[in-house]
């Protein structure tokens, strides 16, 4: 049985070593000159050579790249929020007529892949004139995540107990106020999820700015990436550095927020 | 609640899903049934745009091989998945020390995503100045090195274990949160019977989890079917990036691609539209039979 808990804890421990050592080389090999990566890929930093992220940032245009990158995603969540936050607490919480089909209309969007509709998309932009510009991408990226948002914020409503409103209307407060000042801080934990789980994948989302924008100067951090690689093809240190650019973000979040993230991909699973 | 006020309750999130998101698809369902010159819609083309896929060069060599690397990469992933992340997930039930370290160790390839890893992974796996090849030949297995990613031999089978590398801590979780879910009472019964830890894990366990293994199946084809960024960004968009393996890595998410914004021609709109509707078919038909017999499953069991 010892020895069962030793293999055990050698075969968990193997497997960590497998999913970080990738990691781990881009880290390191981000911190070397580049002349020492080529001729020695494996070998430890002699001193921590921080020129590489220096050459991303500024001669590659990262700064651009990370900051469209934040200012998109943030713009996006928070409009997806704002919407679903209010329809998931009505859905939620009331029966309505027709309620039970704008629910199942919502949570359809769960089963739909929104890049097949990528072409009416573009047009749809184009007529709106909004084709290479962030507002079109963080009103796709906000629509997309309507469905889950609602689906994760209504469930949530849903459990808090029915006192609750009751008790506020007694004391004359109007369903606005019921809903902002009673509700939504109720239900912080669920909000805090669907922004870290939404987060995700719209900082890595690769295909729709890759259609949808033009300048190099709207890029969002995946196609500036694609760029980068094109651009700085034998740099090889800085394009570890860039690596880790794009990927240090999602690090850091899952760091503070493994809670919300592991709750996220869990969602509807076990008791 | 009075009907008037929960309208302006749903209506900004019906408005903003409505017109981004179910719009451009119901677009693209009726757009499939129309022939187009460019952006101008021409006639009624009924099924043309459907058979058309199956017919004209060059898609017609590259839908069928296609598909079928997109089926080599979902079962792929699922064996990597139901072996290993089973075993992994099993392994953190029983053994609690460092747990949650381990836990988001293994989920950290599938948060930085499919664009960085497959960047990353062709830096590794580069012929030349690769870290995978000169570990290789440290220890002495030159014979081993090699270009990974531009001989049609080894291109699909490594891309695919990039995939499984980078999504095998979404199972763990699954599974981990399947497993926590289910009731000592029914390990315990067996235990009680006199059943060894074999039996009990394939006989009690094994069956209970079968919904979670269902769901993560489900998951998995919904991923591979939409599989684009990981195979852009190791083999470029022609499969030929930089001294790529030809054809050997098309997946069906690249050749919507390829057929929408590269070499769908003057009825690039019809033929893609046709391709998106097949595509979303496929999936919706494969989801919800997959679901139906595991929902089946479940009645029977309990």
Known sequence: MRWGRFAGYAMLWAYAAVALAPIVVMLLNSLRPNTEVLSEPLRLPATLDFSSYATAWSEASFSSYVRN???????????????????????????????????????????????????????????????????????????????????????????????????A????????????????????????????????????DFFFPLVLMRTTGRYTLPVGLTQFFGEFQTNWSALFAGLVIAALPLIVLFVVATKQIVEGLTAGMGR | MRWRIAVWFVLPAFLLYTLFTVYPLLSALANSFWRWQGTARGEFAGADNFTSLFTTFPLNQQLWPALWHTMAFFAGTMLVQNTVGLLIAVLLVELPVARRLLRTVYTVPYLIGGLVVGYLWSLLLSPVFGPVNASLRAVGLDSLARAWLGDPATALPVVILVNAWQYLGFPILLFGAALAGLAPEYTEAAKVDGANARQRFLRVTLPLLLPAIGVVSILTFIGSMNTFELVYSLEGAQGNQPTGPGGATDVLGLIFYRVAFQEGGSNAIGQSSALAVLLFAATFAVAVVANWLIRRREITLT
């Not at chain 1, 990226?141 to 409103?165: D, H, N």
């Not at chain 1, 606005?176 to 994948?201: C, D, E, H, Q, Y």
């Open chain 1, 69 to 167: 990158s934040l200012v998109v995603t943030i713009s996006a969540v928070a409009l997806d929020v704002a919407v679903s936050l209010p329809a998931a607490y009505v859905l939620g919480r009331y029966r309505l007529r027709a309620g039970g089909m704008l629910t199942a209309y919502f949570l359809a969007g769960l089963m739909l892949p929104v890049r097949l509709g990528i072409l009416p998309v573009f047009y749809l932009l184009g007529t709106l004139n909004l084709v290479d510009s962030r507002l079109g991408l963080v009103l796709v990226y906000a629509s997309s995540g309507v469905p889950f948002s609602v689906f994760i914020m209504a469930a949530f409503f849903r459990g808090l107990p029915r006192e609750l409103q009751d008790a």
């Open chain 1, 169 to 204: 209307r007694i004391d004359g407060a109007g369903e606005l106020r019921i809903f902002s000042r009673v509700m939504v801080p109720l239900v912080k934990p669920a909000i805090a999820t669907v922004v870290v789980f939404r987060f995700v994948p719209l900082w890595n």
